[in-house]
Every structure is written in C-alpha cells, then in structure tokens.
Nanobody
Framework: QVQLVESGGGLVQAGGSLRLSCAASGGTFSSYAMGWFRQAPEKEREFVATISRSGGSIYYADSVKGRFTISRDNAKNTVYLQLNSLKPEDTAVYYC???????????????WGKGTLVTVSS
C-alpha cells in the first residue's frame, strides 16, 4: 500500500507560480509511474501531467503544456509539479496519484493522495 501526501497548494494571483510536492511512502517509489490530476468545483477529475518510473517519459494536458512542469526525485520518494503563469481556471484541488504505467485517465491510477487546494485569483 502506497501512501501519498501532497503539499504546496495555496492562494496565488493570476500569473503567479506555485510548486506542489507529493511525498510517497509504503512502497517502492521508483516502481510506480506518477501523475497529477485536478478537480475543480462541480467538475470531473481531469488529467494534468504524468511521468514514467525513470522520468524518461512525460505527458501533459494541452491546457497546461508550456506552463506546468512535472518532475520526480526517486531518491527522495517525491514527485513535483511546478505551476507557472497560473490562470483563474487552474483553480482546483490537485491530486497526486501512483500507477503501474503512464496513463492519462484517473481510472488507470492505483493510489491517490488527499489533494491540495490551489486557488488562483484574478
């Protein structure tokens, strides 16, 4: 069983930046692909970014491409999401997830954190 704990969310003005972290425990971190998803109020959870076990394959949602960067540090059992040029529409709860392979659908992930709230003011 893998436990995931997100941190780094908060309130930021449009155009600002945040760095989210997700610390993993209880499993072999390097054996899991990792992903970030988000869920805005009254909307379905959506894919944001994913990174393979080694970090060699990375995919982004079109809505965040060029603004967000996913990375991982297998020595620290942590995955990161750098959020730049934030927009009000990026406001959501951001969830970290672990899976056996790189996927872009929430259903393909095995373990989930509880999320961290990002609020972008205009």
């Amino acid at each position: 069983q893998v436990q995931l704990v997100e941190s780094g969310g908060g309130l930021v003005q449009a155009g600002g930046s945040l760095r989210l972290s997700c610390a993993a425990s209880g499993g072999t971190f390097s054996s899991y692909a990792m992903g970030w998803f988000r869920q805005a109020p009254e909307k379905e959870r959506e894919f944001v970014a994913t990174i393979s076990r080694s970090g060699g394959s990375i995919y982004y949602a079109d809505s965040v491409k060029g603004r967000f960067t996913i990375s991982r540090d297998n020595a620290k059992n942590t995955v990161y999401l750098q959020l730049n040029s934030l927009k009000p529409e990026d406001t959501a709860v951001y969830y970290c997830a672990a899976g056996r392979t790189v996927v872009v659908t929430p259903g393909g992930m095995l373990y989930w954190g509880k999320g961290t709230l990002v609020t972008v003011s205009s």
